[in-house]
Each structure stands twice: as structure tokens, then as C-alpha cells.
């Protein structure tokens, strides 16, 4: 019976692959993937017509295909970790009927995106995923084989159907799964090179360095004239002490000189007194002598006149009177004589009594002077006393003051040392801040050269995708100007680009769907676009020249227009 049975064909008549195919409206980049792995409508067909076998057996591929993913424990725990098996059991399904229906469109090339995507997000790698999409193409080819075991060449048509659009599948969602992951890596390292072009405190890091050196230098200096100056102070306060134990001496002496004057005014006072007495009863007795004075003015007047009456009656007696007129005469002289005498003593004695009278006021003026001085000499005494109390005092503080000057002298060469040693480690901080500036900006460099090291597999970016590529790439080129005014970086001002040859400037003025054209942040961003690059320029050009303050305010303005390009960039980015 075996001789009228049909011979099969060879395997290479089953293995053909043509230039193009028949499926449209799906993409170019789709298309391509279509073409290499030989599908067409005729491929979709035998997909479909499997579609009567293996749906029956539905249930038993996807429990047999989970009783052989959750064996593997690290599948298991990405399971565990992300979705249950009953939930994943219902995807399965889905995907089964999809894949059976084989409708390959744009709504079928888009849920092996998002297979792709959540596969990259949960971290299920390209190799676990290939190995069990294996297993259940596996179980779909072993239920064909045995099903259709009697029409070899149906069989062959239907199972290599099956495995072209599996590994269709398995392309498009490894590939989507790449690019995905290279994506995540790309946007990762791209946020860290958004944060830390954000370090942007070197300047003030350095300004500030710069700042307390001066100041401690500043410290220094002004330490070492207060320590001249207090042990100046010192040594006057060591010679004021002096100067006062002499001045103790000296108001100690006086003291003493006071007292023994004290004593010798008081001893005039007492001598004083006696002369008022004395004088006192001088003018008693000049009274009493112008008394006898008066007394012998009398007996003078009256001898006078007696004299007088016996020259008259010596006269009467003619000769015989002669002799008693002779007499007469004499006693007149005499009375004359005596008068003029009289009269001078009278004067001498009011004279006498004149000059008493003037020596008693100036005595009287004396005793007041004496008691005067009495009075002053005991306030004086007093005086001293305080003196000489307050100068020990002055002279006990002035001690403490000297010993205090040089505790003080002491604590301030400390502050000097130390103001010295935080000069010699703020020099060595900004050095320290200049070479970690330096090793950051080296470090971001290396690692942008990573970052661009993704651009070369060709990966497909979204037009939200782009913009944070753009985001970076504005960041980083305005934190290379940034290095570049600190001297950390070398770049010529001619070498800054315009605003129309950057990364974000190829993407604006490229072709762009009008979807993104028609965004106002979109039309926004061209003026401070530009901006940034033309401080960006003035910047350089002015730190070429030497004008570093200019510079920095170009930076400034460079920085506000860059905050408003990023502003308009998440805005965009929202919007889509």
C-alpha cells in the first residue's frame, strides 16, 4: 500500500524568501522586518488555518507553558515581583488568539511594542524572554506535528508559518526590548548628567575659598597687631604699676609732710593767740600812757599859765621881781618845753596806737589764714588718705591688668596660629575644590561619551525621546562653558556652534510632524534658543580678553535663557 503514497517535498522548496511582501500600510521600518523573515499574506493564511488545532488545545498550551516558566525560579520571582499567574494566564490567552488570528497591522505591531516595553520595565531579559517564547512555539509546532502528521506537506507549510510570525515576534519585541532598555540607560545617564551639570557651586566654592584666605590672611595680620599692641599695653601697664607704687610713696610722703605742717599751724595758732593777747594788752597800755599823757598836757598848761602870772607880777615888782621874773621865764621854758614834748609823744603814741591797731586787723586777717589753713590741711589730710587708698587700688588693677595683657598676648598668638593654619588649609580646599571641579567635569565628560555611545545602535527615538536627548545636550554644552570660565576647560570661542547647528537646533529646524509645529512652546523656543548661544559666545569672547566680570554676567544672561529653553522643553515634552 506504501507505494501510492504521495512523496513529500525537498526542505529547501519550503524555504523561500522573496524582495518584498504583499502586507502594507504597517511601515517602512516593519516592513523590512517582514520582507528578511520571508511573511507574507500566504504565510498569515497557514497561521490562520492552524488557528482550528491549536485553539482547541488552548488551555493546555498555556498551562503547560506556566508549569515550565514557574520551575525557573527567576522567573518566578519577576512574576511574583510584577503580576500574578491568573493574570498573566488571561494575557497569554490574548496574545495566542492574536498571534492565531494573524491580522498583522498597526494595532498587532503595537501590542508587541508594549510587550517589549513592560519586558524592559520589569527587567525580564531578552535571553528568558527568546527561551519562553521557545517553549510555547515549541508546544504549538509538537500539537501541529501531531495533528497534521498525515499531510506532510500542509504540516511543513503550517509549522514553518507558525515559526516565521514567532520569529517575527521575538524580533520586533526583542528589538523594542533593546531599544527600551538602551533607552532607560540612555535617559539614566542622561539624568545624571543633568544633575550634575547642576553642580554649579565651584564658582562659589572657589570665590568663597578665596574669600576666607583673604579673610584668615586678614586675621592673621590684624592678630599680630593686636599682639604688638597688647603686650604694648603690657609693658605701659608694667611701668603705670610702677610709676603708681611710686605715686603710693610719693602721696604717702606728702601725707606725712602734711601731718608734721599740720602740727608746726597748729603750734602757729597757738603762738598766735599769745601774740593777740600780748598785743592786746599793748593797746591797753597805750591807752593808760595817753592818759599820763594827757595828765602832764594839764599840769604843763597849767604851769604855762602859773609861769605866765609871775612874769606878770615879777614885773609889777619892777626890780625887786627880777629875780623871780628870771625864774618865771625858766619854768615857762620849761612848761614850753614840756608841752612840745607832750605833744609829741601824743603824736608818737597815736602812731604807736595806728600801728597796734593795723598790727591787730592783720592778726585778726592771720587767725583766719591759720584756721583757713587748719581747715585745708585737715580736708587735705583726709584727701590723701583717699589718695593713697585709690592709687593701692590702681596699683593692684594695673598689676592684674599687665597679668591679664599677657594671658591675653598668649590667646591671641594662639588665634594667629590658627588663623595660619585655616589660611594653609583654605589654600589647600581651593585647591582641593579645583581639582574635584576638574574630576567632576572630566567625569561628565567620560560619561556623555557613553551616553552617545547609544546613538550608534541606531535606536528609534520619539519625538518626546529627542527632547530629552536636546535637554542634556543644551545642559551639558552650557556646563562646558561653565569649566570653561573657571579654566577647568579649553575651548575657543569660535568653536561655539549656532543656535541652527546643535543637537536641538538640527531637531527644530528638521522635518517635524506638525502635531509638534503647531505647539506654542515649540514656537517659543527659537528667541531664547538663540540667546543662549549668543551669550554663550560674548562669554568666551569676553574670558579671552581678560574681562572675567564681563564673562560672568554673559554667563548670567546665558543662564536665564537657558532656564527658560528648559522650561519650554518640559512644556513640549507635556504637551505630546
Not at 500500500?1 to 519550503?14: G, H, L, P, Q, V
Not at 524568501?17 to 516592513?31: F, L
Not at 527568546?130 to 502528521?149: D, F, G, N, P
Not at 540607560?185 to 557651586?201: H, I, K, N, P
Request: glycine content about 4%; aromatic content about 6%; proline content about 1%.
Amino acid at each position: 500500500m506504501n507505494i501510492f503514497r504521495k512523496k513529500t517535498k525537498a526542505w529547501s522548496e519550503y524555504i523561500k524568501y522573496a524582495q518584498s511582501t504583499d502586507i502594507s500600510d504597517i511601515g517602512e521600518r516593519v516592513e523590512k522586518r517582514l520582507v528578511f523573515t520571508g511573511i507574507n499574506q500566504e504565510t498569515l493564511r497557514h497561521v490562520r488555518e492552524s488557528s482550528t488545532i491549536l485553539q482547541l488545545h488552548k488551555a493546555e498550551m498555556v498551562n503547560l507553558f506556566y508549569e515550565q516558566i514557574m520551575s525557573v525560579n527567576h522567573l518566578k520571582g519577576i512574576i511574583m515581583n510584577h503580576s500574578t499567574v491568573d493574570r498573566l494566564r488571561k494575557t497569554m490567552e490574548q496574545y495566542i488568539d492574536q498571534f492565531l488570528q494573524a491580522d498583522v497591522n498597526r494595532d498587532y505591531i503595537r501590542t508587541r511594542i508594549i510587550i517589549g516595553s513592560v519586558h524592559s520595565r520589569i527587567h525580564l531579559t531578552a535571553e528568558h524572554f527568546i527561551s519562553a517564547h521557545h517553549v510555547l512555539i515549541q508546544i504549538m509546532t509538537s500539537i501541529l506535528m501531531e495533528k497534521m502528521r498525515h499531510k506532510p506537506d500542509r504540516m511543513m507549510e503550517t509549522v514553518l508559518a507558525v515559526q516565521k510570525l514567532a520569529a517575527f515576534d521575538q524580533q520586533l519585541i526583542v528589538e523594542v526590548y533593546m531599544e527600551e532598555t538602551i533607552k532607560s540607560f540612555l535617559f539614566d545617564v542622561s539624568g545624571m548628567l543633568d544633575s550634575m551639570t547642576g553642580l554649579e557651586t565651584t564658582k562659589q566654592l572657589i570665590v568663597g575659598m578665596n574669600e576666607m584666605i583673604e579673610e584668615s590672611h586678614s586675621v592673621t595680620s590684624a592678630t599680630e597687631e593686636v599682639s604688638a599692641s597688647i603686650m604694648e599695653v603690657a609693658a605701659h601697664s608694667v611701668k603705670v604699676a610702677e610709676r603708681t607704687d611710686e605715686a603710693v610713696y610719693s602721696a604717702e610722703q606728702s601725707k606725712q609732710v602734711i601731718n608734721e605742717a599740720l602740727g608746726d599751724i597748729e603750734q602757729v595758732g597757738l603762738v598766735y593767740k599769745q601774740v593777740v593777747i600780748q598785743v592786746n594788752q599793748l593797746n591797753e597800755e597805750i591807752e593808760q600812757t595817753h592818759k599820763v599823757v594827757d595828765v602832764i598836757r594839764d599840769i604843763t598848761d597849767q604851769t604855762n599859765l602859773l609861769a605866765l602870772n609871775a612874769s606878770i607880777e615879777a614885773a609889777r615888782a619892777g626890780e625887786h621881781g627880777k629875780g623871780f621874773a628870771v625864774v618865771a621865764a625858766e619854768v615857762q621854758k620849761l612848761a614850753e618845753h614840756t608841752k612840745e614834748q607832750t605833744m609829741q609823744i601824743t603824736k608818737n603814741m597815736e602812731n604807736l596806737q595806728k600801728v597796734s591797731q593795723l598790727v591787730t586787723d592783720q592778726m585778726g586777717n592771720t587767725g583766719k589764714l591759720v584756721e583757713h589753713s587748719v581747715t585745708g590741711a585737715t580736708q587735705a589730710d583726709k584727701a590723701l588718705e583717699k589718695i593713697v587708698s585709690t592709687m593701692h587700688d590702681i596699683s593692684q588693677s594695673t598689676s592684674q591688668i599687665a597679668a591679664m595683657t599677657e594671658e591675653q598676648t598668649s590667646a591671641v598668638m594662639e588665634i594667629a596660629e590658627r588663623s595660619t593654619a585655616i589660611f594653609d588649609l583654605g589654600t589647600h580646599s581651593q585647591e582641593m575644590a579645583r581639582q574635584t571641579a576638574e574630576i567632576i567635569f572630566d567625569l561628565s565628560k567620560e560619561m556623555d561619551e557613553y551616553r552617545k555611545s547609544f546613538f550608534v545602535t541606531n535606536i528609534k527615538l520619539t519625538a518626546k525621546d529627542v527632547i530629552k536627548v536636546a535637554k542634556t545636550d543644551h545642559l551639558l554644552w552650557k556646563w562646558k562653558v561653565y569649566n570653561v570660565l573657571l579654566g577647568i576647560e579649553k575651548v575657543q570661542s569660535e568653536q561655539i556652534t549656532s543656535h541652527k547647528e546643535c543637537r536641538l537646533g538640527e531637531w527644530y529646524y528638521g522635518t517635524l510632524s506638525d502635531q509638534v509645529k503647531k505647539q506654542l512652546p515649540f514656537q517659543q523656543l527659537e528667541e531664547p534658543h538663540q540667546a543662549v548661544h549668543h551669550y554663550a559666545k560674548e562669554a568666551m569672547r569676553e574670558y579671552e580678553q581678560g574681562y572675567i566680570e564681563k564673562a560672568y554676567e554673559s554667563f548670567r544672561k546665558l543662564e536665564e535663557a537657558s532656564s527658560e529653553v528648559i522650561a519650554l522643553l518640559i512644556q513640549l515634552e507635556k504637551s505630546l
